[in-house]
């Protein structure tokens, strides 16, 4: 039998569709929700879970291990709260303080909390590996194709993007007929989405490109779209979505490409 999975779940539904990937396979799972993530909206009795504030890491750790877990799975969006709010027990302040002073970005902190886990016995694998065909192909995914001014703008978004994941900073940017209308922070891509619209110029609509950030762990927070981004992006009046073949996670993309092909959006997954 396979080991028993920990699931550890953020916002959106790529942890429930995880938990019926692993129902479907027969492979024994435990969730750990966050609280206030969203996960209780899709909970159901006869799952296995326990939900955990995000600062109470001695107690999942306690809890996962009570149950049998072996391995774990870090599934969907956390956005990273402040020490106040995350009020952390006393194994989250000891990890902090032996952080030190370091200014860790996301892909750094997730590192360090990947490293925690494998010191504490458990091993942390992909969420990839979990649901066949989830990570984006090669290639034009709607039967809108970019046009020229949409590639120019793929290409220029892709360099900045890498640029701003070398410094660890986000992984997604805007760019409208050459000039980058804004770039990914702590406030996520639905966030950068909605402002950009409101800068958006006349003629050719914006383009969102996302990478994953270079020398990424691909088993932590490879950046995701699904329909939500779809339909954010029909909203601001954007062109189209490019994002990393084979490094970015296209959570529900039959939907995702059906939304975007009724009004016309396309969608590109672009070779590394």
Do not use: N
């Not at 600062?55 to 870090?74: D, K, N, Q």
């Not at 809108?144 to 290409?155: F, M, N, S």
């Amino acid at each position: 039998m396979a080991a028993r999975l920990g699931i550890i779940a953020g916002d959106g539904d790529l942890p429930r569709q995880v938990a019926e990937a692993c129902r479907r396979g027969g492979r024994p799972f435990f969730i750990i929700a966050l609280e206030g993530r969203g996960a209780e909206a899709w909970l159901a009795p006869d799952m296995p879970h326990a939900i955990h504030r995000m600062g109470a890491a001695g107690a999942m750790l306690e809890r996962l291990r009570a149950e049998g877990v072996t391995e774990i799975v870090l599934a969907g969006g956390v956005r990273r709260p402040s020490l106040i709010d995350l009020r952390p027990d006393w194994y989250a302040t000891r990890f902090f303080a032996r952080l030190g002073l370091k200014a860790l970005g996301d892909d750094g902190l997730l590192r360090a909390v990947a490293g925690l886990l494998e010191e504490e016995g458990f091993k942390v694998v992909a969420v990839q590996s979990l649901i066949a065909d989830l990570l984006t192909p090669d290639g034009v995914l709607t039967s809108t194709v970019p046009d020229e001014q949409g590639l120019a703008d793929i290409a220029h978004g892709l360099s900045v993007a890498r640029a701003l994941g070398v410094v660890d900073v986000g992984q997604a940017v805007v760019v409208q007929q050459g000039l980058v209308l804004g770039v990914e922070a702590i406030e996520g891509t639905d966030a950068l989405i909605a402002r950009c619209a409101a800068l958006r110029r006349e003629g050719p609509g914006p383009v969102l490109v996302k990478c994953a950030k270079p020398g990424q762990d691909r088993r932590l927070d490879l950046p995701t779209i699904g329909p939500d981004t779809v339909a954010a992006c029909v909203a601001g009046g954007y062109a189209g979505i490019a994002v990393e073949a084979g490094g970015t996670l296209f959570v529900g993309r039959e939907a995702g490409v059906a939304a975007a092909d009724a009004v016309g959006l396309w969608i590109k997954g672009v070779a590394p």
